[in-house]
């Protein structure tokens, strides 16, 4: 059973950059989709970036296109999230998301492993 584990999480200025990190135990991580989802207070769960099993398809929310970047190191079984012009709204709560069908998604349901979660605050 794979499990993931968020870090980076923490307190930026707007304008200010985050790289979050999810690790993942377990021998198949390269085979897996890889997301991010975020949830502020009071609003759903929302998509951010997700990339399928081999790294060539992306996709991004438009809210965080052109800020944030998803990658990943198979051979660190992890994946990135490097958020960079950071603003107040992006303030939420950040999921990690592993999909087994290796197909990249931007909706909840394909994803069948999620982290814990780790804070995002961006100060005005």
């Known amino acids: 059973q794979v499990q993931l584990v968020e870090s980076g999480g923490g307190l930026v200025q707007a304008g200010g950059s985050l790289r979050l990190s999810c690790s993942a135990s377990?021998?198949?991580?390269?085979?897996?989709?890889l997301g991010w989802f975020r949830q502020a207070p009071g609003k759903e769960r929302e998509f951010v970036a997700a990339?399928?099993?081999?790294?060539?398809?992306?996709y991004y929310a438009d809210a965080v296109k052109g800020r944030f970047t998803i990658s990943r190191d198979n051979g660190k079984n992890t994946v990135y999230l490097q958020m960079n012009s950071l603003k107040p709204e992006d303030t939420a709560v950040y999921y990690c998301?592993?999909?087994?069908?290796?197909?990249?998604?931007?909706?909840?349901?394909?994803?069948?492993?999620w982290g814990q979660g780790t804070q995002v605050n961006v100060s005005s």
């Open positions: 377990g021998r198949t991580f390269r085979s897996l989709a």
């Open positions: 998301a592993a999909a087994v069908s290796g197909t990249a998604s931007k909706l909840r349901d394909p994803y069948n492993l």
């Open positions: 990339m399928n099993w081999s790294g060539g398809t992306t």
